[in-house]
């Protein structure tokens, strides 16, 4: 089992969907959770760290389930420039840090 | 301006024939790392640096070196490449300052090796 899976997707939607995405752990002691984004042949940048008590930034929406061990992605109203990869990324101890394999999300007009 | 950059941005060479790939970052971060990306795998890791003289191995270090002889720059050395080495590869460096870690990549280095 990897130690970070998400849904490769691609997840299709219109302009203007909801759309969510999950990524869930394999290790309990996972100590900080981000999600980044991807654009094709790009490198990857820092969308949103995650925390215990959820976070939103504009848009965007993310929370962290220790119990259950994932984090998830909620994108409101989204736009055509929202369509990219996204990552989440994991890390434990200060030096393992862990990418999921990416969710790929396309708008559509 | 802060940032990471690589060099070369692609490379396309022959099985055996040692290459370097450069890295450096102006921002004084104590950590840096490598990693490949290839479809459906992801990014992983290959090998990362706590700070100066301190490397270590990351998931997946076989065919590769590196050397952290200064703070600004880590480079990726592959000694005799091997076609399965071909692949999408980003350096990145973080400030471990304050517990959260935000990576900072460069805009990576495609190669080849055939």
């Known amino acids: 089992r990897k130690e970070v899976e998400q849904d490769p997707g691609p997840f299709n939607v219109p302009e203007g969907a909801t759309v969510a995405f999950n990524c869930t752990y394999s290790?309990?002691?996972?100590?900080?959770f981000f999600w980044y984004r991807q654009d094709c042949r790009k490198e990857p940048k820092l969308l949103m760290s995650?925390?215990?008590s959820g976070n939103e930034d504009g848009r965007f929406t993310a929370q962290l389930n220790r119990a259950s061990q994932y984090i998830s992605l909620l994108i409101r109203d989204s736009k055509l420039s929202d369509s990219a990869t996204y990552l989440c990324?994991?890390?434990?101890?200060?030096?393992?840090?862990?990418f999921g394999s990416g969710t790929r999300l396309s708008i559509r007009p | 301006e802060a940032q990471v950059t690589q060099n070369p941005r692609y490379l396309i060479t022959v099985t055996g024939k040692k290459l370097t790939v450069t890295c450096s970052q102006n921002?004084?971060?104590?950590?840096m790392s490598w990693y490949r990306q290839d479809p459906g795998l992801g990014l992983r890791q290959i090998y990362y640096?706590?700070?100066?003289?301190?490397?270590d191995k990351g998931d997946v270090p076989e065919g590769y070196k590196v050397s952290r002889k200064e703070k600004r720059n880590f480079p990726l050395i592959l000694e005799s490449p091997s076609p399965n080495q071909t692949s999408l590869y980003f350096c990145?460096?973080?400030?471990?300052?304050?517990?959260?870690?935000?990576?900072?990549f460069g805009p990576g280095t495609r190669l080849l090796v055939l």
């Open positions: 990145a460096s973080s400030s471990l300052v304050g517990g959260q870690e935000t990576q900072y």
């Open positions: 290790n309990s002691a996972s100590q900080s």
């Open positions: 995650v925390y215990s």
């Open positions: 990324v994991v890390i434990y101890a200060a030096s393992k840090i862990i």
């Open positions: 921002m004084n971060h104590e950590y």
């Open positions: 640096s706590m700070n100066v003289e301190v490397t």
